[in-house]
């Protein structure tokens, strides 16, 4: 079973920088040899969006208002995955979660499997 669980959200002032974090259980197993993470947000008021990816092959994609402050990364063995975030404005306030199993870097919900819980992040002006 693949679980990912985030931690690491909290509340910060604007300019700050907050460093998330997916532990994901069983994914490293998992039986297809390509993998693809990402990270998506909940902020009230807008659409579900995906906030940050990337796939076996390197290739990373991001939300463009979060491009140049927020950068993906995983674990080696694709057991961990984390989203730096730096420079944070009020705008980025909103529950963020992580999910995997995509086959190709997307920052389209639907292309994953397995979702986590999620984590709030407060981004105060």
């Known amino acids: 079973q693949v679980q990912p669980v985030e931690s690491g959200g909290g509340s910060v002032e604007a300019g700050g920088s907050l460093r998330l974090s997916c532990e994901v259980a069983g994914y490293s197993a998992n039986r297809f040899s390509r993998k693809c993470v990402g990270w998506f947000r909940q902020v009230p008021g807008k659409e579900f969006e995906g906030v940050a990816s990337v796939d076996s092959d390197g290739t990373t994609k991001y939300l463009e208002s979060v491009k140049g402050r927020f950068t993906i990364s995983k674990d080696n063995a694709w057991d961990t995955l984390h989203l730096q975030m730096n420079s944070l404005k009020p705008e980025d306030t909103g529950t963020y979660y992580c999910?995997?199993?995509?086959?190709?870097?997307?920052?389209?919900?639907?292309?994953?499997?397995?979702w986590g819980q999620g984590t709030q992040v407060t981004v105060s002006s």
């Open positions: 999910a995997v199993d995509c086959l190709w870097s997307s920052l389209g919900s639907p292309d994953y499997g397995y």
